[in-house]
């Protein structure tokens, strides 16, 4: 033992002095990154040929260090998914831009290892995007200063790729440019990505959940001019520190980044852990005040290691935003923008919490005890912050403007030739018939494809006849995520494993299709899952067996996982024998399906459970705790003036390890679709109902309330009504207005439209990004549109409107809607005239009426949730 601790040391004087001159010159620096990579070496032991014989290379001591800092910081999730050739071969691309960009060798020690060379961003899953595009990225910018080249490299994600709403995987950067579309984490994934390759420095910033609606944020920040300044993800403008959301960022309660390693700028941190840095930049956007909190016990004694959570209201559930630890006089602090949250603080089942409003906290004592909440009702009003004029005021002029304009146009009609080389339903349909499959599905499937519709017309070619329906099924029980990246030879692995298996679930097909055939577990990146298979064959487990293996062969370790948070694939926890608790769920589940047993994780709770052949079961990890977890059943109670829905109105959270937590029942479910006996776990409950008034604020009562094994609760979900009913503002007069409908041709009086009607008018600037938001929020609400009685006109403005504009790039649009040219603009000018100011600017403009005319809902710019905003209000 003592010739191996000697070894090690001498390699790691060794290492001190080859670096001393490279290119991490900080020598606590480097002591630290040594000693991280020795902790990781003996975590990933079980990898350690994939990943650290690529150091028997001939490395120079750029690499080496380099390398070194991203083994020593790394997750779980790349250390068990991707081998060290993976992450040198990146490296060494990262010291490339380094040496060839004119603004490499000038960027400090510590921005370039935490903002240029990591590959990961936040949970996507990694590719090779700096190979790829390494070199179309550097003759894009030749020339330009570092300013200049982050703008022009936004330009060139926004040619690439624009927005839409999907599923929380998040894909990688190659991933999303095949599609052509993404949400805004994967805009933000690939723009960091498209930056850092170019050797500037980058990183996500995020809003976990917005204060004054339910939804949340990423966006971007770049290292420029020796300061941080923020830009919208693919959505390019003439200037940094210019975006749609800069006023929204004013309302924000907490913007963070969760960024690689020990990283100690002068952010300050929400908390660190012993890969990453979280650090809090709410700061640069809003108003704050730092809270002070004091965990005090039951004997007034403070209480260190105490988790303090706090917890906004969103989507009707309270989400900890950010998570502190009490030191040893149990205090702990937090910057936060000025509005209302729950604070709660826990030990073990130890809890307490208190509501306030932080613009008027300075510091708050919480007393935790084990003291029953059960009986409880209470009623709280949650108030955002106000909305403010940006910290970055605009000096660009109208003729850049004019200019980045011009050129959104053109990069959208890149894009859109781009798209153009998808296969369209008219081939799909004539793909289908010549293999003699369900036309219906398999256009589905190719069209909602993009651009791997390559990968899965391969994969159905390349199946047997008698198996062509099978693959159909494959494809309907996957996310339409998986379809866009998935290769046809892992469908095809997951396909023929299942296959051996088919026979034994007579009578129960759909439970074999959701539960064995489906490579879908959770969020994980479907991998072949060979290995698996193969493991299965050998030791032929039961679900059981499979369970005892697990929990003598895989480490849990959560903490090794927290910075990127992504699941690791069940062949990495193979692999790499340790996990965190996530990870090793979906890997039992995995296991399961690959040995034929049906297998999932409860769609409420998550928790693993297989399939008996006549229930599910749970499974239980704990040893001590081997009892099944008795179950209780709970009969929602409609007591509102309206139907409140999950997720919007209401939610449910168990208690747990001190804190409630939500069931993850089905989004936006009405509570009339709920069974009359609703499965839970036996166990303590609260119950949280929210009403969000037009300002932002919450109207909100929480109950509490505990549920016994075997007895059906039934619970009051009491939404509480808006405290002032919605006045007018103003009146249309729509007689007064003539406007074009798209494709006609001819003027007709506003009024032939509206028809005597509620009506809601949105006046949009195609091209621009704050509409394409909003023009996803509506395709988003499509059914609640449709069961309105009301028209939906969108009013096209004369010279913000392309001439080539087609309403198509808008599939799936309530089918009410109406395209329309507003005339020299005077509709939009009537609006602003009501409203005492000039709207030209502010696209988009939405406002509703009744159908006498009366205008109640009102909305500039583009606001976070704008659809679901307006579903309300109409109803």
Known sequence: MKRIILFGSILFLTFIFRAEAQLIKDKDRLANIEKQFVIQQDLAKARSSQLFSVFQQNLSLDEEQALKFLFAYMPLSDLADYDGQFFLDNVRMSLKARNEMPWGKNIPEDIFLHFVL?????????DSFRIVMYHELKNRITGLSMRQAALEINHWCHEKVTYKASDARTSSPLSTIRYSLGRCGEESVLTVAAMRT?????????????????????WVEVWVDDKWNFLGACEPQPDLNMSWFERTATRTMLVHSRDLGWYNGPEPCVSRGTNFSELNVTSNYAPTKNLIINVIDDKLQPVADAKVEYQLYNYAEFFPIAKTYTDGNGLTSISLGL???????NKGNLYGYKKITVETTDTLTIKISSASLNGKVEEFDF??????????????????????????????????????????????????????????????????????????TTFLESVTPELKPFALKLLSVISEKDLRDTKATILSD????????????????????????????????????QELYQLNRDLKLSPTGIREEILKK????NAANAFSRAPLTPVGVLELQIADQKSRDIFFVAMCRASGCAARLQPETLVPQFWTGKEWEDVVWDTVQMAKQEKGYVHFLKQSSFEPKYNIHFTLALFGDGVYRTLQFEEEKPIGKFAPRVEVPAGNYMLVT???????SVLCRVSYFEIKPGETKEVAVKVRDLQIAEQPWGKLESGSFDVKPLGDGKNTKLSQLTNSKPFVIIFIEPDKEPTKHVMADIQAMRDHFEKWAGSIIFALQPGKTSPLFNPAMFPGLPSQSI?????????????????????????????????KENLFYFSKGYRIGVGEQLVKRLK
């Not at 509005?339 to 603080?345: E, H, M, Q, R, S």
């Open 198 to 218: 170019a050797g500037i420095p980058a990183r996500q910033v995020y809003t976990p959940r917005w204060a004054h609606c339910d939804d949340n944020h990423a």
């Open 118 to 126: 990591p590959v990961r961003v936040g949970n996507e899953n990694l």
């Open 819 to 851: 395209f329309v040219w507003d005339n020299d603009g005077n509709l939009l000018q009537q609006i602003g005239k009501l409203k005492s100011t000039s709207l030209e600017n502010d696209l988009p403009v939405i406002i509703s009426g009744d159908e």
């Open 494 to 529: 997951y396909l023929h494993n299942a296959m051996k298996y088919y026979k034994d679930f007579r009578g129960n097909e759909d439970i074999w299709e959701k539960y064995v055939l489906s490579g879908r577990v959770a969020n994980e990146m479907m991998v072949s899952s």
């Open 383 to 456: 108030v955002p912050p106000v909305e403010r004029e940006p910290f970055h005021a605009s000096k660009v002029n109208d003729s850049k403007r004019l200019e980045n304009d011009r050129r959104l146009l053109y990069e959208d009609s890149l894009r859109a030739a781009y798209m153009a080389t998808f296969k369209d339903s008219l081939w799909a349909a004539g793909f289908a018939k010549k293999l003699g499959i369900n036309v219906d599905s398999t256009v589905s499937f190719v069209t909602k494809s993009y651009g791997n519709w390559k990968e899965i």
């Open 690 to 696: 929210g009403n969000r008034q037009q300002d932002g």
């Open 554 to 557: 895989i480490k849990i370790d």
């Open 339 to 345: 509005g209302d949250i729950i604070v709660w603080a």
